[in-house]
């Protein structure tokens, strides 16, 4: 069965940065296309950043030049590097696993950006 166990999140202050890491359980980690996703309070759920199994990656427009996506196929882990953080940037994150028509998702680690 695939799990995926986000963790990295908590309280910064505006400005700062924090990682996020999400561990995979799954066979076969490198064929998958890896995603972070948030979702706000009241909004919709978004995409963050995207990372291929070819190694491309693709962001939001709203965290362009702020965070960046990476994995460790050996270690099948995908990490988020959120920097300059605002306010807008709380949510909660979700990692997610897709390939083909399978998709899977973590249970999400909250994020909050306040003085």
């Known amino acids: 069965q695939v799990q995926l166990v986000e963790s990295g999140g908590g309280l910064v202050q505006p400005g700062g940065s924090l990682r996020l890491s999400c561990a995979a359980s799954?066979?076969?980690?490198?064929?998958?296309?890896m995603n972070w996703y948030r979702q706000a309070p009241g909004k919709q759920r978004e995409l963050v950043a995207a990372?291929?199994?070819?190694?491309?990656?693709n962001y939001g427009d709203s965290v362009k030049g702020r965070f960046t996506i990476s994995r460790d196929n050996a270690k099948n882990m995908v990490f988020l590097q959120m920097n300059s953080l605002k306010p807008d940037d709380t949510a909660i994150y979700y990692c997610?696993?897709?390939?083909?028509?399978?998709?899977?998702w973590g249970q999400g680690t909250q994020v909050t950006v306040s003085s």
């Open positions: 997610n696993a897709a390939f083909g028509r399978t998709s899977h």
């Open positions: 990372m291929s199994r070819g190694g491309s990656t």
């Open positions: 799954i066979s076969i980690f490198s064929i998958y296309d």
